[in-house]
């Protein structure tokens, strides 16, 4: 994929094949023409892997995520590296063959978040795989160069596809203000909670314990650092965070699960001045306990997806400071993308992060 002037190679595949949610519990994968025309600020990447997000499989699953509603058929993935066959006249710092990740969510520039920093935040985002916005499981995409970055040499394109959920955790731990040699607790070791502990490591954390029911998650868990594990369906975890505290508790609860019961009492296991990031989104209220706050004068913190953090993403998995390869569980071909969405639909035990390759990967 190479061309004189490094703007462009690509001449057009013709496959149009993408993994479409048709609707609520039915997905298929059939010709799905999206046109979309190159602008002077943007590149073309042809996709070579995407992760599927536990929102992908909400969408499957139950057809919305709060206000986000498929009306109709959608295009799933937003987790995805690849490499870039065309580049717009303006495109300076990317050039044709070169491997990328590319941060999802397209803010207003214009907007009062993005200018006050938080574009995460701005109301008007466009984000792949979110109504009305099409994903990436298809052939190539469009997007702003500055919102796609280079992957080094040796940085897989599996760990590429790893740069957005990684993203979330590493947002969690700039929220958290962790500081060197602190104690957390992460409530859940699905995808976003493992890369938290990822996170919380390289932030500076001593020690990390971690809660789920699932003991093969927990194994996975154990082998990523000075990591305690907590089966909560037969420990206490705020009893098992006191012991192994002196009775003082966890600088730092993240809460990953998005479980409500989790939620209950997460301020149990914390000590006094600590702080609650909630890092997972319930799928209804929760109660939450002022009073067990107010008497720890605890610090509640909120992650909303990731501003300002790929290029770090990136940079610590180029270094060795974080391993993303241990929560990889599984990869299958685009041909049988159905059947992973099915697969992680179904929450088997052991199972972390399902990535997907695409043809000619």
């Not at 987790?79 to 063959?97: F, P, Q, Y």
């Not at 590319?102 to 907007?111: N, T």
């Not at 109660?287 to 770090?312: G, M, P, S, W």
Request: aromatic share 6%; with cysteine.
């Amino acid at each position: 994929m190479s061309a004189p002037d490094g703007k462009s190679a690509f001449r057009g595949t013709g496959d149009t094949k993408a993994l479409v949610l048709e609707r609520r519990g039915e997905l298929s994968l059939r010709d799905f023409p999206v046109e979309e025309t190159l602008g002077s600020r943007d590149v073309r990447v042809a996709i070579h892997t995407v992760g599927i997000c536990g929102s992908d499989v909400h969408y499957y699953t139950h057809g919305r995520i709060g206000s986000f509603v498929v009306n109709e058929p959608m295009i799933l993935g937003h987790e995805a590296a690849g490499v870039v066959v065309e580049c717009g006249s303006d495109v300076s710092d990317l050039t044709v063959g070169d491997r990328v990740c590319m941060e999802p969510g397209i803010a207003d520039p214009g907007s009062r978040a993005s200018r006050l920093g938080m574009y995460n935040l701005d109301p008007a985002v466009r984000f792949w795989a979110t109504p009305p916005v099409h994903g990436v499981l298809r052939a190539h995409v469009v997007h702003p160069a500055h919102l796609t970055y280079k992957l080094p040499g040796n940085v897989s394109f599996a760990a590429g596809a790893m740069v957005e959920p990684l993203a979330v955790g590493v947002q969690a731990a700039k929220q958290a203000r962790v500081k060197p040699g602190d104690c957390a607790v992460v409530i859940g070791a699905g995808p976003i909670g493992l890369v938290t502990v990822l996170a919380a490591f390289a932030a500076g954390c001593a020690r990390v314990i971690v809660s789920d029911v699932d003991d093969r998650k927990l194994e996975i868990a154990a082998r990523l650092g000075a990591v305690e594990t907590v089966n909560v369906a037969e420990d206490n975890l705020a009893e098992r965070v006191m012991g192994a505290t002196d009775g003082w508790g966890a600088d730092i609860v993240f809460e990953c699960s998005g479980n409500e019961k989790a939620c209950e009492t997460i301020f149990a296991p914390l000590c006094p001045g600590g702080a609650v990031v909630f890092v997972g989104i319930p799928l209804q209220p929760i109660a939450y306990d002022v009073a067990a706050a107010q008497l720890k004068e605890a610090r509640v913190e909120h992650v909303f997806r990731y501003a300002h953090v790929f290029d770090r993403c990136v940079a610590m998995l180029s270094s060795g400071a974080i391993d993303v390869a241990p929560l990889i569980t599984r990869t299958m071909p685009f041909e049988n993308s159905i059947e992973a969405f099915e697969l992680a639909a179904s929450a088997p035990p052991g199972e972390v992060k399902i990535q997907i390759e695409m043809p000619g990967a």
